[in-house]
């Protein structure tokens, strides 16, 4: 049994790479937006011309990368959205409830300060995860029913 994961969240630190690095030799396949800034930005203009107006610009690319963001979570077995401390991730918590909404299997990797803000996210989900490495536990666990340790 193999797992699809899509990896959705924030795009500044390094939780990707390290759930990634710790999932070596599982049978995972990890799926995630476009984490380059810029391009996810940019990405409607680039590819569908220039806008007067920072709006349509934006909506542009947020169109562009829902292509991606709908087919991911569509295709995946599990969602992990990460929220980070830096900046509000409107968007990640949109993703999770597409998620929920699609009844993906769905983690929640988030510091404890963020409990409060999003409980009813985290209602949703099947666990609530507080480091990458918890969510490689989760995925061992559920792809070979070993536990850590």
């Not at 404890?112 to 803000?117: F, I, N, S």
């Not at 995860?129 to 070993?146: D, K, Q």
């Amino acid at each position: 049994m193999g797992l699809n994961v899509y990896l959705s969240g924030e795009i500044h630190t390094d939780w990707r790479e390290r759930i990634i690095d710790g999932a070596q030799g599982l049978d995972v396949t990890f799926t995630a937006p476009v984490t380059d800034h810029a391009a996810s930005d940019d990405c409607g203009v680039e590819i569908l011309g220039a806008e007067d107006k920072k709006f349509w610009h934006d909506r542009k690319g947020a169109l562009v990368n829902s292509l991606r963001t709908k087919k991911g979570i569509s295709d995946a077995d599990v969602v992990v959205v990460r929220f980070g401390t830096e900046y509000k991730q409107w968007n990640a918590a949109f993703d999770a409830g597409m998620a929920a909404g699609l009844g993906k299997s769905l983690v929640i990797l988030q510091p404890e300060e963020h409990d409060h803000a999003l409980k009813e996210v985290d209602a949703a989900a099947q666990a609530v995860a507080r480091t990458p490495e918890e969510v490689v536990s989760i995925l061992r666990y559920v792809l070979t029913g070993s536990l850590p340790g």
